[in-house]
């Protein structure tokens, strides 16, 4: 652990562009929220790598912590677009001054030197080495991330059949399809019956809707008798173009008579 962080310190502004584009591998894993984990990352190594660059030649490190927030905060204001949120463009360069400072304060406590000793310089073999490696990883981790994406909807689509029963309402099969991914269901129903729209976390029937679990099974169920029920037809998809599905059938009473084979198609 001590070897990574070492490895990170002085590395760090050369993998801040990689962490960036790396934001689409959670999105392609269907983990939203490690979208922000990423982002902290990618902010971090950008402190550090401003921090790294200061040491190295400060011109640049003004420049680009200073001078290209500047340019495009008069890009904003010259285009009429300009708030108070553009200003976080200079908090990068605010949060390496804060850190080298602590950092000095820290390093004169402890009787070491203000300014730690450059690290030795690296040939110009080895950076190609790492920044070819780093390319790789993240080629790799992408490409996994995309096959493992493409398959969701599939996953998706067959724990959402696994988890319906004949005999089961409307409702129940509205709410029990929820946890399962991005879906889309089309609901075929007998002419003159009130149209029903099904999504995940709400439901309508005609001009009325509803939202959350005891909503959506009040309403679907008090309208229930009238809603000429024939069919329901999942289909779920993922980022990639691969979508899979199934339909479930239902009886004169309104419950589920027969779920049907799950099917994958390729857009």
């Not at 998706?156 to 399962?180: K, N, Q």
């Amino acid at each position: 652990m001590r070897a990574l962080l070492r490895w990170w310190l002085a590395n760090a502004g050369s993998i801040t562009v990689p962490l960036l584009f790396a934001i689409y591998v959670p999105l392609l894993l269907g983990w939203p929220a490690g979208v922000p984990v990423v982002l902290v990352l990618a902010g971090l190594s950008l402190v550090q790598g401003l921090r790294n660059l200061w040491l190295m030649s400060r011109p640049k490190a003004v420049a680009l912590g200073l001078g290209l927030p500047t340019l495009l905060v008069g890009l904003l204001v010259r285009e009429g677009t300009f708030d108070g949120s553009a200003l976080l463009f200079f908090l990068p360069a605010a949060l390496a001054a804060i850190a080298e400072a602590v950092v000095r304060r820290w390093r004169g406590s402890h009787g070491l030197p203000v300014v730690a000793e450059p690290a030795p310089p690296v040939s110009v073999a080895r950076r190609h080495a790492a920044g070819c490696a780093t390319v790789a990883v993240l080629a790799i981790a992408f490409s996994a991330a995309t096959c493992f994406s493409m398959l969701q909807p599939s996953r998706d689509s067959a724990a959402c059949r696994a988890s319906l029963r004949p005999g089961m309402t409307l409702a129940d099969v509205a709410i029990a399809a929820w946890p399962h991914g991005r879906y889309y269901a089309f609901v075929n129903q007998a002419e003159g019956a009130p149209l029903v729209r099904l999504a995940p976390g709400r439901a309508a029937v005609g001009d009325e809707g509803a939202e959350g679990e005891a909503a959506v099974r009040a309403l679907l169920d008090r309208h229930a008798p009238r809603l000429g029920l024939v069919s329901v037809s999942f289909s779920f998809r993922g980022l990639g173009p691969i979508r899979s599905g199934f339909t479930v059938e239902f009886g004169p009473d309104g419950r589920v008579a027969r779920i049907g084979e799950q099917h994958n198609r390729d857009d």
